[in-house]
């Protein structure tokens, strides 16, 4: 099976800025989205970012500040992180979407990198 393998995660004070790498190990049948999901300490995963061949959504929080791009030639996923904020502290994880007909049938998921913003 194809993996999800998450890099460039770290320690930045806020305001500054991360970009955040995924590669997939293979190519992926049947990927309609690929997108970004994060769980901050006590808190239930939550979408970030997604991105389609006809759509890209933000979670309202990180609108404006984070950018979701992607270069299929490489099987990567990306997501740069700029004006980071306390509350973006949390394992950000990259998710494939497999579908059949229109229809998510399935989802990849990375095994996630740590984002820590301090003070």
């Known amino acids: 099976q194809v993996q999800l393998v998450e890099s460039g995660g770290g320690s930045v004070q806020a305001g500054g800025s991360l970009k955040l790498s995924c590669v997939a190990s293979?190519?992926?049948?049947?990927?309609?989205?690929m997108g970004w999901y994060r769980q901050a300490p006590g808190k239930e995963r939550e979408m970030v970012s997604s991105?389609?061949?006809?759509?890209?959504t933000y979670e309202d929080s990180v609108s404006g500040r984070f950018t979701i791009s992607q270069d299929n030639v490489k099987n990567s996923l990306y997501l740069q992180m700029d004006s980071l904020k306390i509350e973006d502290t949390a394992v950000y994880f990259c998710?494939?979407?497999?579908?059949?007909?229109?229809?998510?049938?399935?989802?990849?998921w990375g095994q996630g990198t740590h984002v820590n913003v301090s003070s």
């Open positions: 293979g190519s992926i049948a049947n990927r309609c989205a």
């Open positions: 991105i389609s061949s006809d759509r890209i």
């Open positions: 998710t494939a979407d497999i579908c059949y007909r229109g229809v998510r049938t399935g989802r990849l």
